[in-house]
T-cell receptor, first 114, second 118 residues
Framework: DGGITQSPKYLFRKEGQNVTLSCEQNLNHDAMYWYRQDPGQGLRLIYYSQIVNDFQKGDIAEGYSVSREKKESFPLTVTSAQKNPTAFYLC????WGGGKGEAFFGQGTRLTVV | AQSVTQLGSHVSVSEGALVLLRCNYSSSVPPYLFWYVQYPNQGLQLLLKYTSAATLVKGINGFEAEFKKSETSFHLTKPSAHMSDAAEYFCAVSPKANSGGGADGLTFGKGTHLIIQP
């Protein structure tokens, strides 16, 4: 079955540590996205990528980094520069162009700072 | 610029009653509109979408929404609530003219938590 797989489902980070969240899709979508979700704030865009080896900052990119070396994969690194990383992180993918293509979401990764 | 306003962060209805979740948008160009549902600790699932065909859109699980251009609204309804409908619902807008398409042009509302009373 086609879909988006995020791993791990739960992740714990110590202060000052970098962690990487995995996102893989087999939908053959060109575009991939990372969102952060906090209670009562909806979804906020961190980074997005339209094509391999290219990505753009979203609304809250500070303290995060991404790479897009393969069409299927779009990992997100939460760096030590992100001062409040505890949140639910969602990866999504879609076709690119025209705005008609809805986003397909993974099951999310809940990151907690300990 | 575009934005989405969902009226009511929490909506409570009795089982079997009408569900109405409100969504108003602003967009400088005619939009595409979407409703997503999120169950606890899960990703978002598409309920329905409006892409300029019929203004009344039917989705999964008995939900439907009507696009009203004059009111800039896209309210979500279901005639009879079921306990399994308890979840977070997000309205989203994407401008048709956005050459980027997909989620970079997709703006989400802050969500409405639907509570079903037995």
């Amino acid at each position: 079955d086609g879909g988006i797989t995020q791993s791990p489902k739960y992740l714990f980070r110590k202060e000052g540590q970098n962690v990487t969240l995995s996102c893989e899709q087999n939908l053959n979508h060109d575009a991939m996205y990372w969102y952060r979700q906090d209670p009562g704030q909806g979804l906020r865009l961190i980074y997005y990528s339209q094509i391999v080896n290219d990505f753009q900052k979203g609304d809250i990119a500070e303290g995060y980094s991404v790479s897009r070396e393969k069409k299927e994969s779009f990992p997100l690194t939460v760096t030590s520069a992100q001062k409040n990383p505890t949140a639910f992180y969602l990866c999504a993918s879609s076709i690119w162009g025209g705005g008609k293509g809805e986003a397909f979401f993974g099951q999310g990764t809940r990151l907690t700072v300990v | 610029a575009q934005s989405v306003t969902q009226l009511g962060s929490h909506v409570s209805v009795s089982e079997g009653a009408l569900v109405l979740l409100r969504c108003n948008y602003s967009s400088s160009v005619p939009p595409y509109l979407f409703w997503y549902v999120q169950y606890p600790n899960q990703g978002l699932q598409l309920l329905l979408k409006y892409t300029s065909a019929a203004t009344l859109v039917k989705g999964i699980n008995g939900f439907e929404a009507e696009f009203k251009k004059s009111e800039t609204s896209f309210h979500l309804t279901k005639p009879s609530a079921h306990m399994s409908d308890a979840a977070e619902y997000f309205c989203a807008v994407s401008p048709k003219a956005n050459s980027g398409g997909g989620a970079d042009g997709l703006t989400f509302g802050k969500g409405t938590h639907l509570i079903i009373q037995p």
